[in-house]
């Protein structure tokens, strides 16, 4: 299900909605916070602030994958080291099956389950950078 997550600006909850057209509502407050104009499609512009720049992150648990390494680390002297290259194995197929999110620069609105187009790349510090000034 293709979900949309945020910040309220006004009553400061967190907000996670499965996205449908029409207006952007907190599920606390009913403050309107947006607008989705096609649910179908990877939003070109945020629905919440209008910016059209978007990062990728996968919803990967980094603790998970230092447990991962550690098990394999373990297991070294009974499998001759053997152990280390198939956690190795496991936590790229792990990694690979995440699904990714798409985050916006700007303000932070999460996208989840969207076909996320291939132009948005992980996050880039100097695009970061020039959106915590314009926050400030
Ligand atoms: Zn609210
Ligand atoms: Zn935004």
Redesign the pocket.
Known sequence: MKTIAWD?P??K?F?CVPVQAGALI?P??S?NCGKVDSPDFFPTSCPRCTCSQFYLVKDFNQAFGCLIMLIGIVLVPRTYGLSLPAMALLDWFLFRRIPSAAICYRCGAEFRDFDIPKHIKPFIHQIGVKYDRKRK
């Open positions: 309220c006004s009553c909850k907000c907190c606390h407050c403050e």
